[in-house]
């Protein structure tokens, strides 16, 4: 493996990594970095032939944007022409933290970032390390989720290393991810707020803050035509086939028990996404539990991995509960519903 593997302290980042770290990225080089919602692959965003690379390494479709991370909130103003009220009352309110927010983009920033768009996506992360690292590299950090392009995003520097060892400089170790799906994005380009993704920042929450906020009707539909680039490809995929099942819970369990015993006996291995609560229903198939729904968060920290020990195991196909919890809701059922390609059995 090409990249270091360097543990860091999560809360007080040791300096001299943190420099070696930003060197890396001054010279043009890519260094993936723990955020407090998925780990990231870093490099200099004012930089061009660095986002080239990003998206060499990621093997991503050169039209979808990348994320723009800063440390400072003055930083913002140079990247971006206009920033209205509401989005500076969100700022105060989520940053530093799992929001990212979509602006008109200054000529400061290289349109090789953008995907070629004329606005551009900030966030300003809370974790220590990253904070640490965009400071050290300049104060500009592109950062997409740091996994190969459509795989599941990597919530630990081990999956990270998994899919992108080869291809990068560096990596910075500074544990599990705390959320585990990638921040809320708002765009603000536009008349009024509107989410391109859902993740920690609920619609609920924007609307508390600003008193306004929809969520991009792309997003729902299948076939839809949702305005973040990098919401159209089928993503945060799993090899397996991936189905969920929704409807009252004792039906759901029962239909999921059905299905894995019929392709079982056709000897399809089967896999079984369950909430805490229902796991010792299933006698057959592998059953990987997301977390209880009682604790919704543990659900949306463990999903990426899940999926990714779902490949482990070798299972061909998953039937996955839906996991309609209060908070995290959208959020995660937006990413399950991609993972799927939208096959949802309704009982
Ligand atoms: O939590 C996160 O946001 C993580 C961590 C590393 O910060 N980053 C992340 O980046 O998820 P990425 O590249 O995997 O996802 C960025 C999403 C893509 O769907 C992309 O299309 C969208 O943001 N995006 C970026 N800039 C945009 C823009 N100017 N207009 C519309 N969508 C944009
Ligand atoms: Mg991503």
């Not at 300096?15 to 692959?41: C, H, N, S």
């Not at 933290?97 to 953008?114: E, H, K, N, Q, Y």
């Not at 392009?149 to 992108?164: F, I, K, Q, Y």
């Not at 600003?210 to 089928?234: Q, S």
Request: net charge negative; glycine share 10%.
């Amino acid at each position: 493996m090409r990249a270091k593997l360097v543990c860091v302290d999560r809360e007080n980042p040791e300096q001299d990594l943190l420099d070696r770290a930003g060197g890396i990225l001054k010279g043009g080089g890519l260094v993936a970095f723990p955020t407090e919602t998925v780990y990231g692959l870093g490099g200099d965003a004012l930089n061009p032939l660095a986002s080239k690379k990003i998206y060499a390494a990621k093997g991503r479709p050169s039209d979808n944007p990348l994320i723009v991370h800063i440390a400072r909130i003055e930083d913002l103003a140079a990247l971006c022409t206009r920033v209205p009220e509401k989005a500076l009352v969100l700022a105060q309110r989520f940053w530093p933290g799992p929001l990212t927010m979509i602006f008109p983009a200054s000529d400061l920033v290289p349109r090789a970032t953008t995907g070629g768009l004329d606005t551009v996506a900030v966030r300003f992360p809370s974790n220590k390390v990253a904070q640490g690292l965009i400071l050290a590299a300049g104060g500009y950090v592109a950062a997409p989720s740091a996994n190969t392009s459509g795989r599941p995003s990597p919530t630990t520097a081990a999956r990270v290393a998994e899919d992108l060892g080869e291809a990068i400089d560096m990596i910075l170790d500074g544990g599990p991810a705390d959320i585990g799906l990638e921040s809320t994005i708002v765009d603000f380009s536009g008349e009024e707020a509107l989410i391109l993704r859902p993740g920690y920042i609920s619609l609920d929450m924007l609307r508390e803050t600003i008193g306004e906020g929809r969520m991009d009707a792309g997003l729902t539909a299948e076939g839809g035509h949702p305005k973040a680039p990098g919401m159209k490809y089928r993503h945060y995929a799993p090899r397996a086939d991936l189905f969920i099942v929704e409807g009252e819970e004792k039906a759901v369990v029962s239909e999921i028990s059905r299905q894995v015993r019929e392709k079982e006996e056709q000897g399809i291995r089967c896999g079984i996404f369950s909430s805490r609560e229902h796991a010792p229903f299933y006698g057959k198939g592998v059953v990987l539990t997301a977390g209880s729904l009682a604790h919704e968060e543990e659900i949306a920290q463990g999903l990426y991995e899940n999926l990714r020990l779902f490949d482990e195991k070798g299972v061909q196909v998953i039937y996955s509960e839906a996991f309609d919890t209060p908070h995290m809701g959208q959020a995660i059922m937006n990413r399950l519903l991609k993972a799927a390609g939208h096959k949802v059995i309704t009982v």
